[in-house]
């Protein structure tokens, strides 16, 4: 069972950010909060990961609370390329059974 | 460094048929993970494999769908006989350590229709 909650679907206009929330209430201490898009007929696509830090990358930030029971993506600077379905996962499991559950997504919509 | 490969990228069979989905991981990449996504929703995780041993087929449907990674490297989904509800993208993923600290790399998937 999916251990994120996203909402479905959210808009942004072309350069500003965008910013997508993630709520894992259940997060373990070991597990690694991911974030990954896809864009249709493409498999999905790594963004970002981290574990208790705020992370950034060429592509995005990824903003974790203290208490680790939401994240937060931002997407700089949206363009319309960005447009795809926007995956929070929590890594679950334990020795070699890490796996990762993926729930619906957030469809992220850029408009120009 | 050369992404997950996969083959065919879409196959057409009539159900009842068997079908047969590649995947080449990365290089060195021990966890191999095969997931499913119908139309509209997540994948879905079907086996994980760590080196050539299953680790998680819970999901799975053994009576018609197998896999196996007979050398730790490149592995093979089958259906025998397909379903109407087996049409879907069969994506294949990988992993250097099992815990996923260097992250999950998918593949293009296959897409299946059973008609």
């Known amino acids: 069972d999916a251990k994120t909650t996203q909402p479905p679907s959210m808009d942004c206009a072309e350069g500003r950010a965008a910013n997508l929330p993630c709520n894992h209430s259940?997060?373990?201490?070991?597990?690694?909060v991911y974030w990954y898009r896809q864009i249709h007929s493409q498999g999905p696509q790594y963004i970002i990961h981290?574990?208790?830090n705020n992370e950034t990358n060429e592509m995005a930030s990824l903003i974790i609370t203290e208490d680790r029971k939401s994240s937060t993506l931002i997407l700089p600077h949206a363009t319309l390329r960005d447009t795809a379905v926007y995956y929070c996962?929590?890594?679950?499991?334990?020795?070699?059974?890490?796996?990762?559950?993926f729930g619906k997504g957030t469809l992220l919509t850029v408009n120009p | 460094e050369a992404g997950v490969a996969q083959s065919p990228r879409y196959k057409i069979i009539e159900k009842r048929q068997s079908v047969a989905f590649w995947c080449n991981p990365i290089?060195?990449?021990?966890?191999l993970y095969w997931y499913q996504q119908i139309l509209g929703q997540g994948p879905k995780l079907l086996i994980q494999?760590?080196?050539?041993?299953?680790?998680?087929d819970s999901q799975l449907p053994k009576d018609r769908f197998s896999a196996e990674r007979l050398k730790g490297v490149d592995s093979t989904l089958k259906i025998q006989p397909a379903k109407l509800e087996d049409s879907a993208v069969y994506l294949c993923?990988?992993?250097?350590?099992?815990?996923?600290?260097?992250?999950?790399?998918f593949g293009s998937g296959t897409r299946l229709t059973v008609v």
């Open positions: 494999f760590q080196n050539n041993g299953v680790v998680d």
């Open positions: 993923a990988s992993s250097l350590d099992p815990a996923g600290q260097y992250g999950y790399t």
């Open positions: 259940t997060i373990s201490g070991n597990e690694y």
């Open positions: 996962i929590v890594s679950g499991g334990g020795g070699s059974n890490y796996k990762l559950t």
């Open positions: 290089s060195g990449h021990a966890t």
């Open positions: 981290g574990l208790k």
